[in-house]
């Protein structure tokens, strides 16, 4: 029985050809990424800016201008008040009072300050969430997680160096560091909310983004060691032969993010956005951007670059 | 050709029976329950599991079971409702005497439980609790060991009769004894060093400059904050919370998660107490007069008692600067009726240092007046032009002032308490020990219990829909070899849960995300191998050769692939916290667990079904 495919056997797609338009798309997407952030800036979570956040459910829905007018003679001015869900789920955002003099107040948390101030008459309302996070504690995650991307790069760099090649490790991570800027960009340019799972999210894609591209450079590393052609058609036969399995991969795993997306409830969505929209940078950029980069500059590599050259040279060495 | 070998089917029967085995724990559903401990010498019995079964009855409550369980008592229940109302019925009931805690209690078989297979644990973000981060004023505590430093130096001049101008705290670590005469430097420095050997001396004249080292700093640093975690740990046993996670986190931080704990005022106010005690020495003399003067003898300190005086105001009294004994020193603290006053008291227990401080001044001193400072740290935090300033208010009443009426040692006890439950009270911080440094509160996460559950239920239908998409895909695409990923992919899901329960590790809301993502990650190795056959059978080779060489071609690949993958992971790991830690586990265990499945456990199937045959003209792929 003849099997499904989504490409036929013998695509022949010329993407090296292309490698001057796709390189440039790839640095405009990156530029209007950095750009975005750098004009637009994130709509960061309470994770990094501190404050905070009160999640309520009430038996009927509420007017979100009262309660907005409530807070505010509880002292809490401008509060951000905002319904989803059914309607009756408030989520409400406000700078937490200063802790006020005297050892009465001194427990005194937001929550029930909150809960206090929107005690409606016959529609009670039940604290779901409720997070007060300091500055300083955003301050630190931002550094954790600058530390964990140069982590990564440098642990990719020296494992791609080992068992590739230096051109590799470098073409591999830029691409990998080219999907995460673009969906960190996105980030900035939609203004949707940049939070803690959203990070995991971003880091996450350099996993799947570099997983990608390796399976393309496996491909060609085989190829330069088994064909007989120039580096250019090698490096076009790789990515054709890898193409199916690469989408095939791609769609399902959009598949299952997309689950996540979908069910997953509030807040996953962050998470499952960053990854849906990685998955899609990562799969186009190991077809338009990591083989490409191989044929350029100080990056192009040759068929000695991959030549298992070890025992040749210390057969060589022991010569006289 | 297509052979597997046969040790290899048993490893994976082995792997498939264990997993199965330890993840099991995970379907048996909790009870929600009320757990009675005893405190204070009470008696966990028959007798009073009676008394809480007929308690309940009265209440309307009916319970499961009651069990007595390692000196404990379980309540069972059939319901969160029931639940928290059983709490209330019993916190009032048994009073003190007992700790009355909210409990999730497991119905894993007891067979299970012995071969060490327990139920993953939940984050809070999936069963609901209280979440705070705490910040250790490093400062604080440093400056206190100083100056506590400083102190031991001056007893040691004074020890050594070294007559001495001033010793005074210069800066960062450095203490500068200032002596009357230069010739007893060398003197004065054996005789510090004699007491104090880890500390770094110098003289200079008449000077003589103590420096604290670098390392003792540290050091000091680390005891501060393990001191205060301890203190919390205590603090939390006394306030009923069933698995309670109390960790540090970097160097100065503490974490502490109180499950199933709603009230966070009350967790608030018995973790944030930061008071403690101070035993000094009252100084004769007029303390209106000093007040109204600002003459203060040089050895002294103004102090103002709790109770006022008759022109209603707080009555001013005069304390030596030098601390007897203070709260890091106690040991133990009871409250209870003083026998010959017949009013409440608390009974102290010091430490070796603090009784034998205690004994020599006491000795010197019997008949004078001594007084209890009580001490309380409030956190504040301002606005000031935008920035925030965190001060800090520091309350310090005397409680006490009661004449030394003999020589005491370790043990002694403390009276003038205005009622019993006063004295119950303080005897509890007391017991609890005091920080050693202050905290504030920098984070703190509330979680409904609602909200939980409903996260759980989210969680596990994006899991399962994602689980759907693959396996439906795969069926479609791949049709035998679809049906082989699938159960490759079924014993991957069931690795992971088991490896997680294993460990121990707690299962977050961004976990359950990360089992989902390693479905769609786990799915790469499969497809790599499915691709690379199908490739190998349109360069015209044999089914069976075409199998093997696709595993055979594909494993390079996917371990490359993969280990990238994990490293990413570990990043993740390394640099997260909280819920960001928990998507890393279950996406490390994962991709780890996949590289077996797919590349061992489908090759094994695989050879199961094309293995045997002799001629096989086509595949199903």
């Given amino acids: 029985m003849k099997p499904f495919n989504v490409f036929p056997y013998d695509s022949n797609i010329n993407f090296i050809r292309l490698r001057w338009l796709s390189l440039g798309i790839a640095l405009a997407m990156l530029l209007v990424a950095v750009g975005g952030m750098v004009v637009k800036g994130f709509n960061f979570a309470l994770d990094f800016t501190g404050g905070a956040v009160t999640e309520m459910r009430f038996e009927k829905p509420v007017d979100v201008d009262d309660v907005r007018e409530r807070l505010d003679r509880a002292g809490y001015g401008g509060a951000q008040v905002q319904s989803f869900g059914s309607g009756n789920d408030l989520l409400i955002r406000l700078q937490p009072k200063q802790a006020a003099a005297g050892a009465e107040d001194k427990g005194n948390t937001t929550a029930s300050d909150v809960q206090n101030a929107l005690a409606f008459e016959g529609n009670p309302g039940k604290v779901l969430r409720s997070e007060v996070v300091g500055p300083q504690v955003g301050k630190d995650l931002a550094i954790n997680g600058l530390w964990a991307l140069i982590f990564v790069v440098v642990g990719f760099l020296i494992y791609i160096s080992f068992r590739f090649e230096k051109k590799f490790a470098i073409a591999a991570v830029l691409t990998t560091l080219h999907d995460v800027v673009v969906v960190t960009g996105w980030f900035a340019l939609s203004g949707h909310e940049f939070d803690l799972t959203v990070l995991a999210g971003v880091l996450s894609v350099m996993g799947f983004s570099i997983n990608d591209t390796i399976v393309v450079f496996d491909r060609v590393r085989e190829n330069f060691r088994s064909m007989r052609a120039t580096p250019q058609e090698i490096l076009n036969k790789s990515i054709n032969q890898t193409l199916s399995r690469t989408v095939i991969t791609s769609f399902v795993a959009f598949l299952t993010v997309f689950a996540l997306y979908l069910y997953g409830g509030g807040s996953l969505q962050g998470m499952a956005e960053s990854q849906m929209i990685g998955i899609i940078i990562g799969t186009l950029s190991s077809i338009f951007v990591a083989c490409p980069l191989l044929t350029i500059g100080f990056l192009k590599v040759t068929k000695q670059d991959l030549m298992p050259k070890a025992k040749d040279e210390a057969a060589l060495a022991r010569r006289p | ?621």
């Fill in chain 2, 1 to 621: 050709m297509l052979t597997y070998p046969r040790w290899k089917y048993f490893v994976i029967l082995i792997v498939l029976l264990l997993s199965a085995l330890y993840a099991l724990p995970n379907i048996y559903p909790q009870d929600p329950s009320v757990q009675v401990t005893a405190s204070r010498g009470a008696k966990v019995d028959p007798a009073l599991s009676a008394q809480v079964s007929t308690t309940l009855k009265q209440a309307g409550v009916t319970p499961k079971s009651v069990e007595l369980d390692n000196g404990n008592l379980l309540v069972r229940l059939n319901n969160a409702d029931q639940q928290i109302k059983a709490n209330d019925v019993l916190r009032d009931k048994l009073g003190s005497n007992y700790v009355v805690a909210l409990n999730l209690a497991s119905t894993v078989p007891n067979w299970l439980e012995k071969i060490g297979a327990k139920p993953m644990l939940l984050g809070l973000d999936l069963q609901g609790g209280v979440h705070f981060l705490m910040q250790v004023d490093q400062k604080a505590a440093l400056d206190k060991r100083m100056d506590a430093t400083a102190e031991d130096v001056r007893v040691s001049l004074r020890d050594g009769r070294v007559r001495y101008d001033s010793v005074e705290r210069r800066g960062g670590n450095t203490i500068i004894a200032t002596l009357a005469n230069a010739a007893d430097a060398e003197k004065a420095r054996v005789e510090i060093a004699k007491s104090q050997p880890n500390l770094l001396l110098d003289v200079q004249g008449n000077t003589l400059s103590v420096q604290v080292s670098e390392a003792e700093m540290q050091r000091m640093a680390v005891e501060a904050i393990e001191q205060n975690v301890g203190t919390l740990r205590n603090r939390i046993n006394a306030l009923g919370v069933s698995e309670p996670i109390i960790q540090r986190q970097g160097s100065d931080r503490i974490v502490v998660q109180l499950p199933g704990v709603q009230d966070t005022a009350q967790a608030k106010r018995i973790l944030g107490a930061t008071a403690t005690l101070e035993y000094r020495g009252v100084v004769e003399g007029n303390a209106y007069d000093a007040v109204a003067t600002g003459n203060v003898p040089p050895e002294a300190r103004v102090y103002y008692r709790r109770e006022l005086g008759p022109d209603g105001k707080p009555m001013p009294v005069l304390l030596n600067k030098r601390v007897i004994a203070s709260g890091d020193q106690l040991v133990g603290a009871t409250s209870m009726m003083d026998s010959q006053t017949g009013t409440p008291a608390v009974s102290v227990r010091l430490n070796g240092v603090g009784g034998q401080r205690m004994f020599d001044y006491t000795t010197d001193h019997v008949g004078k007046p001594m007084a209890v400072v009580y001490i309380e740290r409030i956190p504040e935090v301002r606005v000031v032009d935008g920035k925030e300033v965190r001060t800090t208010k520091v309350n310090e009443e005397v409680i006490s002032v009661a004449n030394i009426n003999g020589v005491f040692g370790k043990e002694f006890q403390t009276t003038g308490l205005d009622s019993s439950k006063e004295a119950a009270d303080l005897a509890l911080l007391l017991r609890s020990g005091s920080l050693a440094a202050p905290m504030d509160f920098i984070e703190e996460r509330i979680v409904g219990p609602s909200l939980g559950r409903e996260n759980i239920e989210r969680g596990l239908t994006a899991v399962v829909y994602s689980f759907s998409f693959a396996l439906v895909f795969f069926l479609f695409y791949y049709r035998v070899f679809g049906i082989i990923t699938c159960l490759a992919l079924l014993l991957n899901m069931l690795m992971l849960i088991a490896v997680m329960s294993l460990f121990n590790a707690t299962l977050t809301l961004p976990g359950l995300a990360g089992i989902a993502l390693t479905v769609g990650m786990s799915v790469d190795a499969n497809v790599l191998i499915n691709e690379r056959i199908r490739e190998e059978l349109r360069l015209g080779l044999p089914p069976q050769t075409a199998i093997a060489e696709g595993y055979e071609r594909a494993s390079g690949t996917i371990a490359d692939a993969n280990l990238t993958a994990i490293l990413a992971g570990v990043a993740l790991f390394a640099f997260g916290t909280g819920p960001v830690k928990g998507f890393a586990v279950s996406l490390i265990v994962g991709i780890a667990t996949s590289m077996y499945t797919a590349v061992g456990v489908s090759r094994a199937i695989a050879t199961l079904i094309y293995g045997g045959r002799r001629k096989i003209k086509s595949i199903w792929i």
